[in-house]
Each structure stands twice: as structure tokens, then as C-alpha cells.
């Protein structure tokens, strides 16, 4: 039976870090599980509801990588990706992987549960909203939607469906840019003015990350991403997002 504390998974091969982090996040108020590989991560996945998954890049039996596509595909679960390089490659990987934060090994246990909560907090989890990988309650709907082209944008859901009702999974980090987009279309957007909306108070922001979100963002959304028709390049300026944007 669930209870109504966040629930953590950590996908983690060290024996020694899984009972370090399960054990840091219990007595910080958390339930909390611990798996080491892609296998078991999908059985707890099927098992029990999770509000947040904390994911090491760079397992030995599985690809990080890979399995952070595969929970991304599937819904719009919080990651925290974990990783041992601290280098500016491994930052732009974890934002091509949609994390919605990241951790660099080592890290203090207070640094861990700041991250977390703060994710958390992002998503509404610790104000009762459903987890992500949770079904809504029936009949759970929105005051705030938005339409471009289309697709439907629910601004308090934080969900983006397709008029034909396929949904399209969303970081923190993309959605935050779409609602800069949507509730100030026509605009132009210097890379400043959007790493500014779309950052975290706990996220180091580095060069090109609106760019990778961009890009992300493009591939999703846009007809064909190679001529965007909604996210446009304003050369030597910034973005602007061309849609008509109307209420839903």
C-alpha cells in the first residue's frame, strides 16, 4: 500500500552508495527503494509509484543513457542523473537525456537532499499533486489551457497533449521554456532572458543550455525541426515563438 510520503527510487550498481542513499533519504522523510540495474528499476517501476528517480549515468550491466530515454518515452517522471565527470560534456549529455537535474560524485548528503526537494517541489509533489509516473484521478482537470497549432498546453497540469490525444512528455527545464513561449508569443528572447526563466536556484547554468533545450523542445513540438514554424531564430538576437497562441 503506497503512503502518502514522495516515494525515491535509486538505480545505482554500488552496494555501498544504494544503502548510503535509501537509508539518507528515509530518515529525511522519505520512502525510498534501492535497485542496481535496468531490469529491476522497470519491476519497481510496476510495483510501486515514485515521485522521483535518482539515476547513475554510468552503470556497469546497463547504459544510463539508454535507460533514461526509455523513462523519459514513457512518462514524465522527475531523474536525477548521477555521474562521476563533472565536465561541461556530461552536463549537455544529462540535458539531451531530459534530466531535470543532475549530481556530480561526490557529493554532501545535504547538497543530495536539496536537489531533491527542490526537484520535488517543482513538480508539486510535496503539495499532493499526483507523481508523475501516477494515473491522474478521474475528472482531474484544468483552469488554464492554451492551444498553438496543434497541440493543447495545460498550464497547471504542466501537460502537453496532441489534438489527437497522444500526450508529449516534458522536463522541467523544456516546460518551463514552452510557458515562457506561450504566455508571451511574438516576443523576442535573448539566451540570457531564457536561461533566466528557465533555470533553478540549485542548477549551475552554463553556456548553450537554452540551445539544447531549444533543440529538444524543436524536435518535439515543431512539424519538422530542421524549419521550425513555432520556435524561430531571430539571427544575432535570440528566439521568438511565432505560433498564434489562443485559450483551449
Known amino acids: 500500500m503506497e503512503t502518502s510520503k514522495p516515494r525515491i527510487l535509486v538505480v545505482d550498481d554500488e552496494a555501498d552508495m544504494v544503502a548510503f542513499l535509501v537509508d539518507l533519504l528515509r530518515k529525511s522523510g522519505f520512502e525510498s527503494d534501492g ?15 515514485y515521485a522521483l528517480i535518482l539515476l547513475d549515468l554510468r552503470l556497469k550491466t546497463d547504459d ?5 530515454r526509455e523513462l523519459r518515452q514513457r512518462s514524465a517522471i522527475p531523474i536525477i542523473m548521477v555521474s562521476g565527470a563533472s565536465d561541461e560534456t556530461d552536463r549537455v549529455l544529462l540535458l539531451e537525456l531530459a534530466a531535470d537535474d543532475f549530481l556530480v560524485k561526490p557529493f554532501s548528503p545535504r547538497e543530495l537532499l536539496a536537489r531533491v526537494r527542490a526537484v520535488l517541489r517543482r513538480y508539486a509533489v510535496e503539495t499532493g499533486a499526483p507523481p508523475s509516473n501516477a494515473p491522474r484521478p478521474p475528472g482531474a482537470g484544468s483552469r488554464e489551457q492554451v492551444r498553438f497549432g496543434p497541440w493543447v498546453l495545460d498550464l497547471e497540469q504542466r501537460e502537453l497533449v496532441h489534438e489527437d490525444g497522444s500526450p508529449c512528455a516534458l522536463t522541467q527545464g523544456e516546460y518551463r521554456l514552452l510557458e515562457a513561449f506561450v504566455r508571451q508569443p511574438q516576443r523576442v528572447w535573448t539566451r540570457d532572458q531564457l536561461l533566466e526563466h528557465t533555470r533553478s536556484l540549485e542548477t549551475e547554468v552554463f553556456d548553450r543550455t537554452i540551445d539544447v533545450l531549444i533543440l529538444r523542445l524543436r524536435r518535439k513540438i515543431e512539424p519538422n525541426p530542421k524549419h521550425p514554424q513555432y520556435i524561430c531564430t531571430e539571427r544575432g538576437l535570440g528566439y521568438v515563438f511565432a505560433a498564434k497562441v489562443t485559450r483551449a
Open 35 to 49: 535497485v542496481a540495474t535496468g531490469a529491476q528499476m522497470h519491476q519497481a517501476l510496476e510495483r510501486h509509484t
Open 64 to 68: 544510463g543513457q539508454t535507460l533514461a
